[in-house]
C-alpha cells in the first residue's frame, strides 16, 4: 500500500506518556460522505491536495481551505483488499472479524500538498497535553467499503507509531460500515512506568464529525503542537 493511504507516526511525536486508559470504542451508523473538508494548517498562497494513486485533487484557497471529492467505486476497482484486513494498511498487524466477509475496504489517511513553500505529506492528526508528562494523538481516517459490515475486534498498532521499546499497542477496533466512504475516528495513548517500561492501547470507531472541516498538519507540526 502506498505510504499516501496510510500514516506512520514518527517517535519523537508520542514519547514517554503518563498512564491512561482507552474507553472501548462505540461502534455507531453513519452515513457515508462523498467529500473530504479540510483545512492544512500551515498553508502559503495557493495550491492543491490530493492523493495521486487515486487521481484525486482539489484546489485549496488562500486561506488553506478545501474541499476534495472522493473517488467513486469505478475509480477504487483493483484497490481494495478485505474489510477485515484495512487496518494492515495502517501498519497494524492482525485481522478483525467481519460481518460480511466479502465486503472489500480502502483506507485514506494521508494527502500530498503542494503550495508556495513547496511539497509535503499531510495527515488529519492532533495532539493534546493531558498532563505534565501525558500526551494523547486523535487521527482521523477515510475507511471506503463496498457494502456494510461490522468490523469488531484488536489489532496490533506498535508500528504505527514506531516507538522504541514499545512492542504491543493494542487497538480495539469497532465499525460498523456504510457503502461508500465511512469517516473513522482513532485515539492513540502511550505509557510508561517510573523504570520507563512502555504500554499503550487505543480505539478507533465510527466518527459523528460526517463531513465537518478535518485540520490536516504535518508529522513535524504534530510533533510542535505536542512540544518535544
Known amino acids: 500500500m502506498n505510504s499516501l493511504l496510510r500514516f506512520v507516526l514518527p517517535a519523537a511525536a508520542l514519547a514517554l506518556t503518563a498512564c ?3 474507553s472501548p470504542p462505540q461502534a455507531s451508523d453513519q452515513p457515508p460522505v462523498t467529500v473530504i473538508q479540510g483545512k492544512v494548517a500551515t498553508w502559503s498562497g495557493t495550491g492543491t491536495v490530493g492523493v495521486p494513486e487515486l487521481n484525486v485533487s482539489a484546489p485549496v484557497g488562500t486561506d488553506g481551505t478545501f474541499t476534495l471529492t472522493l473517488p467513486g467505486d469505478a475509480s477504487l476497482t ?4 478485505a474489510a477485515a484486513d484495512v487496518m494492515t494498511a495502517l501498519n497494524c498487524s492482525g485481522s478483525l472479524q467481519s460481518s460480511q466477509a466479502a465486503t472489500l475496504g480502502l483506507v485514506l489517511t494521508g494527502l500530498n500538498a503542494r503550495d508556495a513553500s513547496g511539497t509535503r ?3 488529519a492528526v ?3 497535553k493531558t498532563g505534565l508528562l501525558s500526551r494523547r494523538v486523535h487521527a482521523r481516517a477515510w475507511l471506503y467499503a463496498d457494502g456494510t459490515t461490522e468490523l469488531r ?3 496490533n498498532c506498535a508500528r504505527l507509531l514506531n516507538i522504541p521499546g514499545l512492542s504491543n499497542l493494542p487497538v480495539e ?3 460498523n460500515t456504510q457503502r461508500g ?3 473513522v475516528d482513532l485515539n492513540l495513548n502511550v505509557s510508561a512506568n517510573v523504570f520507563g517500561q512502555l504500554s499503550g492501547s487505543g480505539t478507533a470507531a465510527n466518527s459523528t464529525a460526517g463531513s465537518a472541516t478535518t485540520t490536516w498538519r504535518t508529522m513535524a507540526e504534530l510533533q510542535a503542537q ?3
Not at 483493483?78 to 483488499?81: A, Q
Open 153 to 155: 475486534g484488536t489489532v
Open 121 to 123: 505529506q499531510l495527515s
Open 126 to 128: 492532533e495532539g493534546e
Open 226 to 228: 505536542l512540544g518535544f
Open 173 to 175: 477496533v469497532a465499525v
Open 78 to 81: 483493483g484497490r481494495t483488499r
Open 20 to 22: 491512561s486508559q482507552s
Open 181 to 183: 466512504w465511512n469517516v
